[in-house]
């Protein structure tokens, strides 16, 4: 006979009743017990983000600051559809969620929890907490209010700057404790994981100052600097105070270590409560000239201190770029930079204009597991000059074209991205071709390279690539075997020319068919041949993937 011990007096001596009620609850909590957190999986080439047992390729899009209320989420949930977006980064603000000191409010991360997955979405929570944009402007009033509790960062001369201090121990204890908070929040209402992964904080960092001059920092910026830092930076026999180890850049150093120590102590003690994939997103400086001081935000991840990042901050899963740079230099450049195999690739905010898109292609190009625009909601804000002055139907197009493609294949594409046998380019407006080396398969040299041109007919061979007349031209080449790819592109022509000891010989279609993939299987809808085939691949506005097997004559 069953006990009632501890069981509602309603239910005692009514067995039927508790198998009804394990029958309804224990599957759930089963469920619970063994659905895997999202992690990251560093066994591939490129680190892989692991959601449901298997890589997960995030189609992002980040909604703008003040967009996370009851009021707006329509208009995020209106546009994640018209992307075909299957995951949406959305802010927790500070100040709503603990208005009073003690006092936690999770409505806000409930209503946008319930309206994810009543879309369908995944989740992405950004903590704008200690900064969001080098400021404290998302944190409570009660923190703002009292800066001789919480103090701001200071200037050489002692002028307070709006940032608030990495030494500063009692706002560090508040930033864990409502962190914590969150994240347990998250484990009780998550346990079917709809949020995959937790920015802390934003864009870290000082704007104003190249470092934080108070009491206690300048104590710590007079002792010697710490090992685990000059390893990171291949400095194994160096010694001395910040100053003297590295000398014109020791105020920015120092600052991108105190806020990185900061950060990891926020991280690892919401990991201890929850261990999602965590990670912090990077402000940019200029990723080809030198930066003068003061011209970017100091202290946050830069391409310069990535390593000293990694060594202060372990448990981050990712220093993540954001992108403002349309020009094609700098923003292959970012990619170039942040690209390790110990750093998980992720783009978690961009420009929106519509020039930004084709570099979808490219950051998978580089192993990214995520790509996401920023300001993506039909509120009627706009972030022009950094994004688009409305995000209208024309604008949305090229973004919605990369989700309609890699859609349908998004696990299979996850997965030929962790192995790395993903090719991407985007059109450069100074060079209209783009020669793309495709990698070998089984430890042997690739048989083929691929020639990507720009502005070509679809009809004819034409002359020189002139390239498109605004350049929004990308394509991608996935290495399905030594002799089989599978490739897209949008307004570009894709040809092939084999390598090697076959160099000598001409490209033949063997064949080339038009088709998606449905349930892990490709399924054929049509060949291609002819008119299609002779002068090269053209790929216009359609979403369409071709699987290609190639032979030399």
């Excluded at 309804?24 to 692991?50: E, K, M, N, W, Y």
């Excluded at 929570?125 to 009033?141: C, I, Q, R, V």
């Excluded at 859609?407 to 071709?433: F, I, K, N, S």
């Excluded at 083929?448 to 009809?459: D, I, R």
Aim: glycine fraction near 8%.
């Amino acid at each position: 006979m069953l006990r009632c011990k501890g069981a509602p007096k309603s239910l005692c001596g009514r067995p039927g009743i508790f198998f009804f009620v394990f029958l309804v609850i224990a599957p759930r909590a089963f469920a619970q017990a063994v659905s895997p957190l999202p992690r990251i999986d560093r066994t591939g080439r490129h680190p892989a983000l692991i959601v449901d047992g298997s890589p997960f390729l995030m189609l992002g899009a980040q909604i703008n600051n003040s967009s996370a209320w009851p009021s707006t989420l329509p208009a995020v949930w209106i546009t994640m559809a018209e992307l075909g977006a299957n995951t949406v980064e959305a802010p927790v603000y500070w100040e709503t969620l603990e208005p009073e000191e003690g006092q936690f409010n999770f409505s806000q991360v409930d209503t946008l929890l319930d309206g994810a997955r009543a879309h369908h979405l995944h989740l992405v929570l950004l903590w704008f907490g200690t900064w969001k944009n080098g400021s404290p402007g998302y944190a409570p009033h009660w923190i703002k209010s009292n800066p001789q509790r919480f103090p701001l960062v200071r200037k050489p001369d002692g002028e307070p700057v709006f940032s608030l201090s990495p030494f500063g121990k009692e706002t560090l204890a508040a930033d864990i404790r409502a962190f914590t908070a969150l994240m347990k929040h998250i484990k009780s209402a998550d346990p079917d994981h709809t949020v995959l992964m937790v920015q802390v904080e934003n864009e870290t960092g000082v704007w104003g100052s190249m470092r934080d001059n108070g009491k206690e920092a300048n104590v710590a910026f007079a002792a010697p600097v710490p090992a685990a830092v000059l390893n990171s930076m291949g400095m194994h026999d160096s010694k001395g105070t910040w100053a003297e180890v590295f000398k014109a850049d020791a105020d920015e150093f120092f600052c991108a270590w105190s806020i990185a120590r900061y950060v990891e102590a926020v991280t690892a003690a919401g990991k201890a409560v929850l261990p999602l994939p965590m990670y912090v997103n990077a402000a940019l400086r200029d990723p080809l000239q030198p930066s003068a001081p003061l011209t970017y935000e100091s202290g946050g991840p830069t391409y310069d201190v990535l390593a000293l990042w990694h060594a202060t901050a372990p448990s981050l899963d990712a220093l993540a770029p954001d992108i403002y740079l349309p020009d094609y230099a700098k923003y292959t450049a970012v990619l170039d930079q942040y690209a390790f195999s110990w750093n998980a690739l992720f783009i978690p905010e961009m420009g929106n204009r519509a020039d930004y898109a084709r570099y979808f292609s490219s950051a998978l190009g580089h192993g990214a597991f995520g790509f996401s625009p920023f300001g993506m909601d039909a509120t009627g804000y706009s972030s022009f000059p950094l994004g688009a002055k409305r995000l209208d139907e024309q604008t949305l197009a090229p973004f919605a074209w990369n989700y309609a493609v890699a859609g349908p294949l998004q696990r299979e594409l996850a997965t030929w991205l962790r192995d790395d046998r993903v090719r991407g380019v985007a059109e450069d407006p100074a060079h209209h071709t783009a020669e793309v080396k495709l990698p070998g398969s089984a430890g042997k040299p690739a048989h083929w390279q691929s020639t990507v041109s720009f502005g070509l007919p679809a009809f004819g061979m034409g002359t020189a690539a002139p390239g498109n007349k605004a350049p929004e031209g990308e394509a991608l080449i996935v290495s399905l075997g030594p002799d089989e790819v599978l490739v897209t592109g949008r307004q570009c022509r894709v040809d092939f020319n084999p390598t090697g000891t076959a160099s000598n010989r001409h490209r033949m279609w063997d064949i080339v068919e038009e088709g998606s993939y449905q349930g892990g299987q490709w399924v054929r809808t049509r060949l291609w041949n002819g008119d299609q085939t002779d002068y090269g691949l053209n790929f216009g506005k359609e979403a369409i993937w071709l699987r290609v097997r190639l032979q030399t004559f």
